[in-house]
């Protein structure tokens, strides 16, 4: 038995190799990533002209087998037969030494930004956002909506797409400039959608809203200035979110909002 999971790369050029925030020069010897902590992941690797990927949400002990097909450009499960084949090679020791360790250094940032993304929710799916928050509508309509309905009340379904609506596009532009603008789009909806709903819709998710206030500065922390400015409109929000739990009258919401806060005025001034 194995303390972390392995995944094994199949038929990928020799030129670079991506696990999370971890980017490799990589040989015609490379056969994958060792010692992959408990969760999901994000791998690529560069070719001539792309950076194929794929996200695998990993449980301990498990050996991934995945082959490049140079056709497609695309990743594909290798069948049950090779997998085993592989499997039987990594027990033995044979590719061990032609595999990258998990640099787990960097999980701690990773891990911090995709704790929420339930197994049970993998693949996440991006859902529908409106064209914008329409003024006419009330804003806690928009909040209800998305978690009463589209997840069903479930604060893992919401947080699950919460963060990998971020981290999806976060990693979109590590290693080329095709922002993923679909993930950026359905991240900053959700955003704004729990940012501007109303004290009293807030009040009736007050544990998620508790959750989404402490991932928004692990989110908000993980991006420069030049692409979080002060005069962001999620910056904004935020502060409008801030100042609602603040006000509220449950007591875990405002030492949250106080957190919230205090840390927006140390990244960019105290706004009251």
């Excluded at 640099?103 to 891990?111: A, V």
């Excluded at 979109?172 to 789009?185: G, H, I, Q, Y």
């Excluded at 109303?198 to 007050?206: G, M, R, T, V, Y």
Aim: hydrophobic content about 35%.
């Amino acid at each position: 038995m194995y303390d972390y999971s392995y995944i094994i790369m199949l038929n990928v050029p020799p030129y670079q190799a991506r696990i999370d925030f971890l980017s490799t020069p990589i040989d015609d010897k490379f056969a994958g990533f060792r010692e992959v902590p408990y969760g999901l992941h994000y791998i690529n690797v560069k070719t001539q002209n792309n950076y194929p990927g794929f996200w695998c949400y990993v449980k301990s002990d498990q050996v991934v087998v995945k082959m490049l097909r140079a056709r497609s450009q695309e990743f594909e499960d290798r069948d049950p037969v090779g997998t085993a084949q592989y499997q039987e090679l990594l027990s033995v020791g044979l590719l061990k030494n032609h595999m990258i360790p998990y640099d787990h250094k960097k999980w701690g940032s990773w891990g911090l930004l995709t704790c929420h993304i339930d197994r049970k929710y993998f693949p996440v799916t991006l859902h529908t956002s409106p064209q914008h928050l329409s003024p006419s509508q009330p804003s806690q309509l928009d909040w209800e909506r998305e978690v009463f309905e589209t997840h069903k009340g479930s604060s893992l379904s919401f947080m699950s797409e919460f963060q990998f609506a971020f981290i999806r596009w976060y990693v979109s532009d590590l290693d080329c400039p095709a922002t993923d603008v679909e993930a950026f789009n359905r991240w900053s909806y959700l955003v704004e959608a729990t940012c501007n709903a109303d004290i009293a819709s807030l009040a009736k998710a007050p544990e998620l809203v508790n959750v989404i206030a402490d991932d928004l500065i692990s989110q908000f922390n993980s991006l420069d200035d030049s692409l979080l400015p002060a005069n962001d409109p999620l910056v904004n929000a935020a502060r409008l979110l801030q100042e609602k739990m603040l006000n509220g009258e449950i007591p875990y919401l405002v030492s949250q909002g106080r957190k919230l806060k205090k840390y927006l005025d140390e990244r960019y001034g105290n706004f009251g």
